[in-house]
């Protein structure tokens, strides 16, 4: 059974801090890796991809990924009150069509 | 822009009816999922499809069929709908599972299903 972890939350940061989400997944086969944001009565949207160990950066969010621990977060540096949302952790094992498996995701809460 | 459009936002039915979701995405993916979202479980997933009429049961399959007779329109199915039904469901798509930087789904806007 694929799984992957993530802390519900609430995650609560002052605004202009960083916000660090953390995940973790069981099946080391896995190969992609997303992070999705979803506001509350909305589907998710697509924030970051990653698929080789390290960081990837896109703006305000870093992606980190070790896949030797398993390990994947996403940093969020000046957090605004706009990204108080639920951030979904996402891994795709690979090798065909399957779709992906979701943590339960980390409640965000930016406090202005 | 990908974009992934849902029949209906909200949908009221009573139980034992048949009920159709219906999925369409304009941008040619071959790779089309049903998933079900409620709290405290996450997002589950229901079905998918890799190609026009094949389908492949995901981890909650149960109470469940779906329909792709074009590329483009994947349709859930509830056969005799039930109160546990009741969910936010949503579709998604995906170009393909290779190379992996063309695995990235994107996901229509849910439809919130009530069974009464």
């Known amino acids: 059974q694929k799984e992957v972890e993530q802390n519900s939350g609430p995650l609560s940061v002052p605004e202009g801090a960083i916000a660090s989400l953390n995940c973790t997944y069981s099946d080391r086969g896995s190969q992609s890796f997303f992070w999705y944001r979803q506001y509350s009565g909305k589907s998710p949207e697509l924030i970051m991809s990653i698929y080789s160990n390290g960081d990837k950066e896109d703006g305000r969010f870093t992606a980190q990924l070790n896949k030797a621990s398993q390990y994947v977060s996403l940093l969020i540096r000046d957090s605004q009150p706009s990204d108080s949302a639920t951030y979904l952790c996402?891994?795709?094992?690979?090798?065909?069509?399957?779709?992906?498996?979701f943590g339960k995701g980390t409640h965000l809460i930016i406090q202005p | 822009d990908v974009k992934v459009t849902q029949s209906s936002r909200y949908l009221v039915k009573r139980t034992g009816e048949k009920v159709f979701l219906e999925c369409v995405q304009d941008?040619?993916?071959?790779?089309m999922f049903w998933y079900r979202q409620d709290p405290g479980l996450g997002l589950r997933l229901i079905y998918f499809?890799?190609?026009?009429?094949?389908?492949e049961k995901g981890d909650i399959p149960e109470g469940y069929s779906v329909s792709r007779e074009k590329k483009e329109r994947f349709s859930l199915i509830l056969e005799s709908a039930s109160t546990n039904q009741t969910s936010m469901y949503l579709c998604?798509?995906?170009?393909?599972?290779?190379?992996?930087?063309?695995?990235?789904?994107?996901f229509g806007p849910g439809t919130r299903l009530t069974v009464l």
């Open positions: 998604a798509s995906r170009e393909g599972a290779e190379p992996l930087n063309t695995d990235t789904q994107y």
């Open positions: 941008m040619d993916h071959e790779n």
């Open positions: 499809s890799y190609d026009v009429k094949m389908k």
């Open positions: 996402a891994v795709n094992s690979g090798g065909g069509a399957d779709g992906l498996t």
